[in-house]
């Protein structure tokens, strides 16, 4: 189960390198079709889709967490912004499970809002500032300074089923395109208990 989580995650963090293939959907679940090799759904745009589900799908759950679980030393994913002269701005922060340390390090673009940036790496510094705490995050080669505020997400992610599937969850499901319109998801993360994943 953890082996297939981990590859199940690792499809998630390398889908943004390939954004010419792929395409991210945020939606929220309508209905599941009786034999559970489809969903259809609302995009946040408040447009319909349509999410086919394969053998080989990876279904990952997303969990709210706090900053006090950002441990020195720990392996995250900051999405960020850029903040005036200050550096970056997080927009989002996940946590991810210590069997994935080291997946996607690095610092690249990102897709969820115009210049974001994601940053992969180990929490090495954090310094209490009147405009919110800081993270250092490093990687191989390099680090950044990123800001924290109350408005940044913090989520964790678990092992998800497709039992997880269910009208009203909120989803991300990542995959390419065909020329029906489907999307072929070969991952979908799904919020738990009402979450909507930030990413």
Do not use: C, W
Request: aromatic share 6%.
């Amino acid at each position: 189960m953890l082996r297939v989580f981990i590859l199940a995650l690792a499809t998630v963090i390398a889908a943004p390198a390939f954004a010419q293939s792929t395409t991210a959907l945020r939606a929220t679940v309508v209905s599941v079709a009786a034999d559970g090799a489809s969903f259809t759904a609302q995009s946040r745009a408040g447009e319909p889709a349509t999410v086919r589900l394969k053998p080989e799908t990876r279904f990952i759950a997303v969990i709210p967490a706090a900053l006090a679980d950002v441990k020195a030393g720990a392996y995250v994913g900051v999405a960020a912004v850029p903040d005036g002269d200050s550096g970056l701005k997080a927009l989002e922060v996940h946590i991810f499970p210590e069997a994935m340390r080291g997946a996607g390090e690095g610092f690249r673009p990102f897709d969820l809002a115009p210049k974001s940036s994601m940053t992969n790496g180990a929490l090495s510094e954090r310094v209490e500032t009147v405009d919110g705490p800081k993270l250092t995050i490093s990687y191989k080669g390099g680090s950044q300074i990123i800001r924290i505020d109350a408005s940044t997400a913090i989520v964790a992610f678990a092992p998800g089923d497709k039992a997880d599937l269910k009208p009203g969850a909120a989803v991300i499901a990542r995959g390419v395109k065909a020329a029906d319109g489907v999307i072929d998801a070969g991952a979908v993360l799904i919020g738990r208990n009402g979450l909507t994943p930030p990413m």
